[in-house]
């Protein structure tokens, strides 16, 4: 019985976080749809409607790791380096948001289909970033017909286009011009976006600044080597480095770190010292 009554409330907690996801109006309505909604889910999914900025989309970006860096072994197995709460929590990110993106190396190894099929909840666009067009059109998001794709090339890529998806080529001299990608999402209405992977993907949106928001979930998985997490520029000094405010959640066996980007402080220690010792989990 307490096993059917939470599977209820948790059911009733999401639907609440969707509607006040989708709706349009100010974040005191949003806040208002969710009360009574689970704590945790709340804290967790709130800051997707209520620091929307104005002009640009939010993004999000993800990325899931072993306790040493790694999203996968040498030979490319990266299911599954997290838990089953991590895939529900990607799930609901994209059923959350407008827009997920991929690269191309994560569509080549996984083959995923970037929907919803976990939670209840709208699939939302797919978007492939595939810069020199090495992708076939056998990959599941360009002939499932589950959601739409966008497949992001670019300029100088001679491939033909895939049947049936839609194509935008976007280059900035050096590779994908993400910015004008982001602006290009935001004319087509879509207000939250989801950098779900993989490594270099979501390492480009960070070294780019664009980024919002950067979920780290870490597995007590120990890989050794194999294909690493987050990829940017070294610094020599501490004090050049990000080190960002941050939310702590625990996810199954799991623990995912929410940095919030917009509020960035000096690498040399953190903006606010702690002290002691906690058991935050």
């Given at each position: 019985?307490?096993?059917?009554?939470d599977?209820?409330?948790?059911?009733?907690?999401?639907?609440?976080l969707?509607q006040?996801?989708?709706?349009?109006?100010?974040?005191?309505?949003?806040?208002?749809?969710?009360?009574?909604?689970?704590a945790?889910?709340?804290d967790?999914?709130?800051?997707l409607?209520?620091s929307?900025?104005a002009?640009?989309?939010?993004v999000i970006g993800?990325?899931?790791?072993?306790?040493d860096?790694?999203i996968?072994?040498?030979?490319?197995?990266?299911?599954f380096?997290t838990?089953?709460?991590?895939i529900?929590?990607?799930h609901?990110?994209?059923?959350l948001?407008?827009?997920v993106i991929?690269?191309?190396?994560?569509?080549a190894?996984?083959?995923?289909?970037l929907?919803?099929?976990?939670?209840?909840?709208?699939?939302?666009?797919r978007v492939?970033?595939?810069p020199?067009?090495?992708?076939?059109?056998?990959?599941?998001?360009f002939?499932?017909?589950?959601?739409?794709?966008?497949l992001?090339?670019?300029?100088?890529?001679?491939a033909?286009?895939?049947?049936?998806?839609?194509?935008?080529?976007?280059?900035?001299g050096?590779?994908?011009d993400?910015?004008?990608?982001l602006h290009?999402?935001?004319?087509?209405?879509?207000?939250?976006?989801?950098?779900e992977?993989?490594g270099?993907?979501?390492?480009?949106f960070?070294?780019?600044?664009?980024?919002h928001?950067?979920?780290?979930?870490?597995?007590?998985?120990?890989?050794?080597?194999?294909?690493?997490s987050i990829?940017?520029?070294?610094?020599v000094?501490?004090?050049?480095?990000l080190?960002?405010?941050?939310?702590?959640?625990?996810?199954?066996s799991?623990?995912?770190f929410?940095?919030?980007?917009?509020?960035?402080?000096?690498?040399a220690?953190?903006g606010?010292d702690?002290?002691?010792?906690?058991?935050?989990?």
């Amino acid at each position: 019985m307490d096993d059917a009554h939470d599977r209820t409330a948790a059911d009733a907690s999401w639907q609440r976080l969707l509607q006040a996801a989708r709706d349009s109006g100010t974040p005191e309505r949003a806040a208002g749809l969710l009360q009574g909604c689970d704590a945790a889910m709340r804290d967790l999914y709130s800051p997707l409607w209520s620091s929307l900025p104005a002009q640009d989309p939010l993004v999000i970006g993800h990325i899931g790791q072993s306790l040493d860096g790694f999203i996968a072994t040498d030979a490319g197995e990266s299911r599954f380096v997290t838990g089953r709460d991590n895939i529900l929590h990607m799930h609901r990110m994209r059923a959350l948001c407008d827009a997920v993106i991929v690269g191309a190396g994560t569509v080549a190894a996984d083959d995923p289909q970037l929907t919803t099929r976990e939670v209840p909840g709208p699939n939302p666009l797919r978007v492939v970033l595939d810069p020199r067009r090495r992708l076939s059109a056998q990959h599941r998001v360009f002939r499932d017909g589950e959601a739409g794709t966008l497949l992001v090339q670019g300029q100088g890529a001679s491939a033909a286009d895939i049947e049936g998806v839609e194509s935008l080529r976007l280059t900035d001299g050096e590779g994908l011009d993400l910015r004008a990608l982001l602006h290009a999402l935001h004319a087509r209405g879509c207000r939250r976006v989801f950098v779900e992977g993989g490594g270099r993907t979501v390492s480009a949106f960070l070294e780019a600044g664009l980024l919002h928001r950067l979920q780290v979930t870490i597995a007590p998985l120990l890989i050794g080597s194999g294909r690493p997490s987050i990829r940017v520029r070294g610094s020599v000094s501490l004090a050049d480095c990000l080190r960002a405010r941050h939310r702590v959640f625990r996810m199954g066996s799991d623990v995912l770190f929410d940095l919030d980007l917009a509020e960035r402080g000096d690498g040399a220690k953190p903006g606010t010292d702690l002290t002691g010792m906690d058991r935050i989990l």
